[in-house]
């Protein structure tokens, strides 16, 4: 059990110092198919059957943990460089609007006037 929390402490730290970046390589590497979780429970077939259910339980609320921990960092993280990139992207509603197009003439109409213009030039 020594073991176990020393692993959570380890790696609650970790995803307190983590970046976004950082973050998605430590969950990774704690809750991966090679990860520090899933080693400790492939060794749980070689321990007797009374501390096998104890050790899983152990490990199963481990990892429940460690992904919460993840998920409501990764939260924060996203909330915070939200929050930075909307202080710094700022939008002048004073400013006029961008002219717009009107569209463009019915190509039936254009045939028409055309047709108009050359029998205007015939007489």
């Given at each position: ?20 970046g950082?973050l ?15 080693e ?84």
């Open positions: 059990m020594d073991n176990h929390d020393q692993l959570r402490s380890d790696l609650l730290s970790r995803i307190a110092d983590a970046d976004l950082g998605e390589e430590l969950r990774v590497k704690a809750l991966g198919r090679k990860g520090a979780i899933s400790m429970m492939s060794g749980l077939g070689a321990l007797p059957g009374d501390q096998r259910k104890a050790a899983g339980q152990a490990l199963n609320a481990l990892k429940n943990e460690i992904a919460a921990a993840i998920d409501a960092r990764h939260a924060v993280l996203s909330s915070a460089g939200l929050e930075a990139r909307l202080a710094t992207e700022t939008i002048d509603i004073t400013l006029p609007a961008r002219p717009h197009a009107d569209g463009r003439i019915h190509p039936i109409s254009q045939t028409i006037d055309e047709m108009v213009a050359i029998f205007c030039e015939m007489g």
